[in-house]
Protein backbone atom coordinates (compact mmCIF):
# COMPACT_ATOMS: atom_id res chain seq x y z
CA UNK A 1 0.00 0.00 0.00
CA UNK A 2 2.67 2.59 0.99
CA UNK A 3 4.69 1.70 -1.69
CA UNK A 4 1.84 2.18 -4.19
CA UNK A 5 1.27 5.96 -2.91
CA UNK A 6 4.74 6.68 -3.30
CA UNK A 7 5.10 4.87 -7.03
CA UNK A 8 2.65 7.39 -8.02
CA UNK A 9 4.28 10.48 -7.26
CA UNK A 10 7.68 9.59 -8.30
CA UNK A 11 10.71 6.82 -8.27
CA UNK A 12 11.60 5.38 -5.12
CA UNK A 13 14.28 2.95 -3.78
CA UNK A 14 13.60 0.04 -1.69
CA UNK A 15 15.27 1.79 0.82
CA UNK A 16 13.28 5.20 0.23
CA UNK A 17 10.21 3.13 0.79
CA UNK A 18 11.12 1.69 4.09
CA UNK A 19 12.19 5.45 5.10
CA UNK A 20 8.30 6.77 4.11
CA UNK A 21 6.69 3.39 5.94
CA UNK A 22 8.94 4.29 8.86
CA UNK A 23 7.78 8.21 9.22
CA UNK A 24 4.41 7.70 7.83
CA UNK A 25 1.82 7.76 10.67
CA UNK A 26 -1.74 5.84 10.52
CA UNK A 27 -4.82 7.12 11.74
CA UNK A 28 -8.39 6.78 12.03
CA UNK A 29 -10.87 9.29 11.82
CA UNK A 30 -14.37 9.73 13.32
CA UNK A 31 -16.75 11.00 10.68
CA UNK A 32 -17.09 15.05 11.78
CA UNK A 33 -13.33 14.84 13.17
CA UNK A 34 -11.60 18.27 12.63
CA UNK A 35 -8.05 17.80 11.82
CA UNK A 36 -7.19 21.13 11.46
CA UNK A 37 -9.04 24.23 12.91
CA UNK A 38 -9.19 27.69 11.60
CA UNK A 39 -6.76 29.27 13.80
CA UNK A 40 -4.62 26.40 13.99
CA UNK A 41 -1.32 26.12 11.39
CA UNK A 42 -0.99 22.77 9.51
CA UNK A 43 1.85 21.09 10.59
CA UNK A 44 0.95 17.78 8.28
CA UNK A 45 0.09 16.61 5.19
CA UNK A 46 -2.31 13.46 4.61
CA UNK A 47 -3.26 10.38 2.42
CA UNK A 48 -6.83 9.44 2.49
CA UNK A 49 -7.17 5.40 2.30
CA UNK A 50 -10.40 5.21 2.72
CA UNK A 51 -13.15 7.78 3.21
CA UNK A 52 -13.43 11.75 2.43
CA UNK A 53 -12.61 15.12 3.82
CA UNK A 54 -14.10 18.56 3.16
CA UNK A 55 -11.99 21.83 3.56
CA UNK A 56 -14.54 24.81 4.15
CA UNK A 57 -14.71 28.40 6.19
CA UNK A 58 -17.87 30.37 7.01
CA UNK A 59 -19.78 32.97 4.36
CA UNK A 60 -21.36 34.46 7.16
CA UNK A 61 -21.91 32.84 10.80
CA UNK A 62 -24.12 30.25 8.71
CA UNK A 63 -23.19 29.52 5.82
CA UNK A 64 -20.24 27.07 4.69
CA UNK A 65 -17.86 28.38 2.06
CA UNK A 66 -16.70 24.91 0.80
CA UNK A 67 -13.00 24.99 -0.63
CA UNK A 68 -12.09 21.63 -1.59
CA UNK A 69 -13.54 18.45 -1.58
CA UNK A 70 -11.01 15.16 -0.87
CA UNK A 71 -11.12 11.27 -1.60
CA UNK A 72 -9.72 8.11 -1.11
CA UNK A 73 -6.60 7.87 -2.83
CA UNK A 74 -5.93 11.16 -3.00
CA UNK A 75 -3.41 13.70 -0.71
CA UNK A 76 -4.79 17.31 1.08
CA UNK A 77 -3.75 19.46 3.33
CA UNK A 78 -4.25 23.31 4.22
CA UNK A 79 -1.77 24.03 1.58
CA UNK A 80 -0.95 28.06 2.46
CA UNK A 81 -1.00 26.86 5.89
CA UNK A 82 1.18 24.00 5.35
CA UNK A 83 3.63 26.39 3.06
CA UNK A 84 4.04 29.48 5.37
CA UNK A 85 3.47 27.70 8.75
CA UNK A 86 0.80 30.90 9.75
CA UNK A 87 -2.42 30.03 10.87
CA UNK A 88 -5.36 28.40 9.10
CA UNK A 89 -8.37 30.48 7.80
CA UNK A 90 -9.91 27.13 7.09
CA UNK A 91 -11.51 24.23 8.54
CA UNK A 92 -10.53 20.51 7.05
CA UNK A 93 -13.45 17.95 8.52
CA UNK A 94 -13.77 14.28 7.91
CA UNK A 95 -17.11 13.85 5.89
CA UNK A 96 -17.02 10.05 6.45
CA UNK A 97 -15.28 7.49 8.66
CA UNK A 98 -11.61 7.64 7.44
CA UNK A 99 -8.61 5.96 7.59
CA UNK A 100 -5.66 8.43 6.61
CA UNK A 101 -1.84 8.42 6.25
CA UNK A 102 -0.32 11.77 8.28
CA UNK A 103 3.41 12.87 7.45
CA UNK A 104 4.50 15.53 10.11
CA UNK A 105 6.50 18.74 8.24
CA UNK A 106 9.39 17.28 10.75
CA UNK A 107 9.50 14.15 9.33
CA UNK A 108 9.02 15.50 5.81
CA UNK A 109 12.23 17.57 6.04
CA UNK A 110 14.32 14.20 7.70
CA UNK A 111 12.85 12.43 4.71
CA UNK A 112 14.55 14.94 2.17
CA UNK A 113 17.52 15.17 4.72
CA UNK A 114 18.30 11.63 4.25
CA UNK A 115 16.98 11.12 0.63
CA UNK A 116 16.84 13.79 -2.06
CA UNK A 117 14.38 11.29 -3.98
CA UNK A 118 11.85 13.20 -1.41
CA UNK A 119 11.89 16.27 -3.00
CA UNK A 120 9.36 14.36 -5.72
CA UNK A 121 7.47 14.75 -2.72
CA UNK A 122 6.80 18.42 -4.02
CA UNK A 123 4.54 17.18 -6.19
CA UNK A 124 1.92 16.88 -3.45
CA UNK A 125 1.38 20.53 -2.77
CA UNK A 126 1.23 21.17 -6.36
CA UNK A 127 -2.01 19.24 -7.07
CA UNK A 128 -3.77 21.22 -4.27
CA UNK A 129 -3.54 23.92 -6.84
CA UNK A 130 -5.99 22.27 -9.25
CA UNK A 131 -9.04 24.00 -8.22
CA UNK A 132 -7.37 27.13 -9.41
CA UNK A 133 -8.71 25.94 -12.70
CA UNK A 134 -12.08 26.94 -12.21
CA UNK A 135 -10.73 30.53 -11.57
CA UNK A 136 -7.75 31.05 -13.75
CA UNK A 137 -10.08 30.01 -17.00
CA UNK A 138 -13.41 31.62 -16.21
CA UNK A 139 -15.79 28.46 -16.80
CA UNK A 140 -19.56 28.37 -16.99
CA UNK A 141 -21.08 26.58 -14.39
CA UNK A 142 -21.59 23.62 -16.99
CA UNK A 143 -18.21 23.88 -17.53
CA UNK A 144 -17.22 23.28 -13.74
CA UNK A 145 -19.88 20.47 -13.29
CA UNK A 146 -18.22 18.92 -16.68
CA UNK A 147 -14.67 18.71 -15.21
CA UNK A 148 -16.05 17.38 -12.02
CA UNK A 149 -17.79 14.64 -14.06
CA UNK A 150 -14.31 13.99 -16.21
CA UNK A 151 -11.94 14.84 -13.46
CA UNK A 152 -12.95 13.65 -10.02
CA UNK A 153 -16.62 12.40 -10.64
CA UNK A 154 -15.97 10.41 -7.36
CA UNK A 155 -17.45 13.65 -5.63
CA UNK A 156 -20.70 13.06 -6.82
CA UNK A 157 -21.18 10.15 -5.36
CA UNK A 158 -19.53 11.19 -1.99
CA UNK A 159 -20.65 14.60 -1.34
CA UNK A 160 -24.31 16.12 -1.44
CA UNK A 161 -25.14 18.33 -4.13
CA UNK A 162 -24.88 21.43 -1.84
CA UNK A 163 -21.80 20.60 -0.76
CA UNK A 164 -20.49 20.24 -4.66
CA UNK A 165 -22.33 23.15 -5.71
CA UNK A 166 -20.85 25.31 -3.24
CA UNK A 167 -17.35 23.62 -4.22
CA UNK A 168 -18.05 25.12 -7.58
CA UNK A 169 -19.04 28.64 -6.42
CA UNK A 170 -22.49 28.30 -8.05
CA UNK A 171 -25.96 27.99 -6.44
CA UNK A 172 -27.34 24.92 -5.75
CA UNK A 173 -30.17 25.61 -7.91
CA UNK A 174 -27.69 26.99 -11.17
CA UNK A 175 -26.46 23.21 -10.05
CA UNK A 176 -29.39 21.36 -10.50
CA UNK A 177 -30.51 23.49 -14.55
CA UNK A 178 -27.09 22.39 -14.73
CA UNK A 179 -27.10 18.64 -13.95
CA UNK A 180 -30.64 18.45 -16.00
CA UNK A 181 -29.05 19.94 -18.78
CA UNK A 182 -26.27 17.87 -19.28
CA UNK A 183 -28.28 14.89 -18.45
CA UNK A 184 -30.71 15.73 -21.23
CA UNK A 185 -27.36 15.77 -23.56
CA UNK A 186 -27.40 19.10 -24.40
CA UNK A 187 -24.15 21.25 -25.22
CA UNK A 188 -21.51 21.37 -22.66
CA UNK A 189 -20.20 24.54 -24.55
Not at 154 to 167: C, E, R, T, W
Request: aromatic fraction near 12%; proline fraction near 3%; charged fraction near 25%.
Amino acid sequence: MVSDILKNNGIYSDTDILLFESKIKFRSVSKGEILINSGDVCKSIFFIITGSFYQYNYKDDIDKNVIDLHLENEWFLNQSSFVSQNPSDSFIKAYTESKIFELTVESLHSLIGESPAFLQLGKILMQTTSKIHFFDNHLTPIQKYQYILDNKSGLVQKFPLKMIASYLKITPETLSRVREKIFKGKSVS
